[in-house]
């Protein structure tokens, strides 16, 4: 009777082992975030969700770093790299912990590189080394930037017309702003929403503007902004400053274009001479040499003798 009941209390706990096990493999691979509310998940920031879903050794020992690397940068190197995440729109709730965790990141994982050249001897590849861990994440924040602001320069001349449309209506200057910003999506409208909040929020009109210009690289929505603010401080027709501002964005739009396509006029010359002009050469000799239907054995066999 005793072993029956050891062999059953052994069962019964491999049994709730298995369960056990099972349930928390389920819960490691479960994420975090299905368990909140919506309201709970609009509140959570990019960076508060990465770590309510975990972060590996890694990430730690990178995050580790983030201290000591903004003693290094020094407070005029942060404000730099600040705005130039804040021109590149702060990609997937980019701030600048989360660069620097990522150039950490990068460091660690190139150190083994680095001891390896060491150890062989080869020391021209250690400073290569040495810059990937910064040029990678400046290399994504570079390429968002120029989208942003190639976005921005597209749909800044549509937004002018509509606004200038909408002021000659008789609708106030900012009411008309939250109105057209509402019709628009893309980085222009978020700039012009979060500036309009501003203002909503106790900002004056020059720095909620200046703010806004200050987000952006793009010369016609500083051009757009200096109009603005010179119409409401000295009284200027913003109408018509707003339809010139517009067609000079469209001129100098088509003359980039222009300037692209001759540039690409090269490229396109160069790709036909290495790879088109070659295949259709052999194209033409095969077909040439098939269509003359030379016995090229015997002829072989003659040179052979």
Known sequence: MTAALLVLFAGVGAATAVVLLVVGLRWARSDALDILEVDDLQLLRKQQR?????????????????????????????????????????????????????????????????????????????????????????????????????????????????LAVTVMAGVTFRAALARVSARFDGPLSEEVTLTLHQIANGASVREAFDDMRRRSSSEPLSQFVSALLQSQELGAPLAESLNQIAEDIRRDSAQRQRQAAAKMSPRVTLVSSVVLLPAALIIVVVGLLLGLDIDFGALLGGLGE
Do not use: H, S, Y
Request: charged content about 25%; overall charge positive.
């Open 50 to 162: 990465k770590r309510a879903e975990g972060e590996g050794i890694l990430a730690r020992a990178a995050r580790a770093q983030v201290p000591r690397l903004r003693r290094m940068l020094g407070t005029p190197r942060i404000a730099a790299l600040q705005r130039r995440i804040d021109e590149a729109g702060r990609p997937g709730g980019l701030t600048v912990d989360l660069f620097l965790q990522q150039c950490a990141q990068w460091a660690i994982i190139t150190l083994p590189l680095i001891l390896l050249f060491l150890v062989q001897g080869n020391l021209l590849m250690i400073p290569l080394c040495l810059v990937v861990p910064v040029l990678l994440p400046l290399t994504r924040i570079a390429a968002e930037q120029r989208k942003r602001r190639e976005r921005m320069e597209r749909d800044l001349p549509d937004f002018l017309d509509v």
